[in-house]
């Protein structure tokens, strides 16, 4: 008995359809975006998952960061490879209860590996992590891009829109209080727009620093300038988070905040954030 062999045409009309059924599984869809790198945006996004997570949601997490995934140092799970089922699908790595995630820090033999991607491999891998990884039913799933507006944020945005017409994307962009951070998550909260999705707001990171010895707030990168932004661009101002020694231990140990250090300054602040964003469903 002869053996048809798939076409691409087929095998892409397969994957459109893995797509859509991945996708009705899922609630909501958060997309965390930076205009420049450097504002913390994998820790906002690790965290917001995390803070979801410990309040019963069942989140998932896409790191969409292709060249600089940072996301499974933060969560802790670096060095776990990602695994297949008997169906060939991608088996995303259970981080805590109600949370796991998938990146392709997780694919690499080697950490210091550098991923040399052009446009249409990245476009592609984004589309296999949502049409191939068993995600299951989820209330939310939380995708950390890369800085700017390029191929990452475009793809997961057309990606999710053409595959179900009923829903949108919602997009948050985080920032810190200098000019030029907020130059350019101007220009994400503009991308947001124009691809209609749904923003939710901005978040002030790195707001301000306390003394240790005499509590005084140190504004290390001013502060207020986020909501500034937020006021111009007439869309909500979600919460200041301020710079604690604490989250950069934490960060680096693996051990997200908003589930092992929630009472410290960043997860009393992130946490009045997180109430905020949920409000909003």
């Known amino acids: 008995m002869m053996i048809k062999e798939k076409t691409p045409a087929k095998e892409k009309q397969e994957e459109k359809k893995r797509l859509r059924e991945r996708l009705l599984r899922i609630k909501h869809t958060i997309m965390v975006m930076s205009g420049k790198g450097g504002v913390g945006k994998s820790t906002i996004a690790a965290n917001l998952a995390a803070g979801m997570a410990r309040q019963g949601y069942v989140v998932g997490i896409l790191d969409g960061d292709i060249h600089g995934p940072n996301i499974p140092k ?6 776990r490879t990602l695994k297949g089922d008997k ?12 949370l796991s995630m998938v990146s392709v820090g997780n694919l690499l033999e080697d950490q210091d590996q550098p991923v040399i991607w052009r446009g249409p491999m990245k476009h592609s891998i984004m589309r296999h992590f949502l049409a191939n990884v068993v995600w299951g039913d989820l209330d939310f799933l939380i995708v ?10 475009l793809s997961i945005a057309q990606l999710i829109s053409e595959a179900r017409s009923d829903v949108k994307p919602h997009a ?7 000019d030029v951070a907020l130059l350019d998550s101007r220009k994400s909260v503009e991308f947001a727009k124009t691809l209609n999705l749904r923003l939710m707001g901005i978040i002030e990171n790195m707001s301000s620093f306390s003394c240790p010895h005499c509590g005084h707030a140190i504004d290390l990168f001013k502060v207020g300038g986020g909501e500034r932004a937020a ?3 007439q869309i909500p101002f979600l919460g200041a988070i301020p710079i604690d020694p604490a ?15 929630m009472n410290c300054v960043a997860g009393m602040a992130f946490t009045r954030i997180v109430e905020k964003i949920l409000k909003m469903f």
């Open 247 to 261: 989250v950069v231990r934490d960060t680096d140990s693996g051990r997200p905040f908003m589930l092992h250090n």
């Open 231 to 233: 006021v111009d661009l």
């Open 144 to 153: 950390d891009l890369p800085p700017g507006t390029g191929d990452e944020p």
């Open 172 to 178: 948050v962009v985080v920032t810190t209080p200098q």
């Open 74 to 79: 933060i969560l802790g799970v670096e060095g």
């Open 87 to 98: 169906e060939g699908s991608m088996l995303p790595i259970e981080v805590y209860k109600n």
